[in-house]
């Protein structure tokens, strides 16, 4: 195969490579330990096919991308679902995971990735494209700057997980 590497979004099929590259991307950020992904818990989780195709389920909450390289090899990811924000009154796209394999960096898969993010979010007309990146990865932030990314320092991500999400719940 030859030619410029190719974008796609995953089927059922290519849930082992998404867990691996998931797999990958923590144990690069030293987080290994906490992935509880599994291939079942992602195929009950994860949305295939195209946005709006007859094949779509119903079910599910994010979706992904796999870009091929020229090589024929699947090199990268990109996980995103669809958000919405009440200021602008429009919806958006929020990437959850980014991940180019080692042997492919460098070659702009990650900015090919991130453009075809936004063409997502231009096709159901959204005003935003947003995610969360680990505060000492100075290589992807400085990737994502350059791409025209701001930090978003007025703003704290907060989280309520694990036992505080049960703690929560049992409330009275």
């Not at 796999?66 to 090589?71: D, F, R, T, V």
């Not at 460098?106 to 997502?120: D, F, N, P, S, V």
């Amino acid at each position: 195969m030859s030619g410029p590497p190719s974008i796609r979004h995953a089927t059922k099929e290519d849930v082992p490579t998404i867990l691996g590259f998931i797999r990958a991307g923590a144990a690069a950020t030293s987080c290994a330990d906490r992935v509880k992904a599994t291939e079942s818990s992602l195929e009950a989780t994860l949305i295939f096919g195209e946005p709006g195709s007859s094949q779509t389920p119903q079910s599910g909450f994010a979706r992904t991308l796999l870009l091929i390289a020229p090589e024929g090899e699947t090199a990268g990811m990109a996980v995103y679902y669809y958000n919405y924000s009440t200021w602008l009154a429009q919806p958006g796209v929020f990437l959850e995971e980014l991940y180019v394999s080692p042997d492919y960096r460098r070659r702009g898969y990650a900015k090919l990735l991130i453009r075809e993010l936004a063409k997502q979010a231009r096709k159901v007309s959204g005003g935003k494209l947003e995610w969360v990146c680990l505060r000492d990865n100075a290589t992807a932030l400085k990737l994502y700057e350059s791409l025209g990314a701001k930090r978003m320092e007025d703003w704290v991500t907060l989280r309520v997980d694990g036992e505080a999400l049960d703690n929560l719940l049992d409330e009275k």
